[in-house]
């Protein structure tokens, strides 16, 4: 079945096509984990010194919010960027599986001699994830722009799409 063309507001009964509108897409989910920041190369001295109580031996956890926002064109039969089913799968086993209940040390990328698990990397790792993830499941060219990670109402940080 060929797709059915979309009529631009006032042109009832022409063939012509509206333009693709684009739309943005924002879905929230939430985690509990702790982390710790250290670097093995540094001494405990300069990892105090740099990552504060941070660097202590002893991991602290959050309740994290992690908001997402999807970019793309809006499906004219579905008035859709994304399925949002699709978007909660993705999210479900990109984000919260892999976090939740955990130490976001014991992720891959969190490993010692990797990245610090901040706000800002947990971010775009995010990102990196359900982009790839939204890749292979042929999302129809719905990307990640944004995605903000905050640790409580205090302290959040974002990562956005390279312009």
Sequence with gaps: MGAVPVTKPGAAGTNERAPEARATLTRRVQFSATHRYHRPEWDDAVNNSV??????PKPHGHDYSCDLTIAGTIDPHTGMVLDLGLLDRILDEEVVRPFHNRSLNDAAEFQPGNLIPTCEELARLIASRVGLALVRANAHGARVQRVRVAEDDTLSAEWA???
Excluded: H, V
């Excluded at 990552?51 to 202590?56: E, L, Q, S």
């Design 161 to 163: 799409e390279p312009a």
């Design 51 to 56: 990552f504060g109580a941070c660097a202590a």
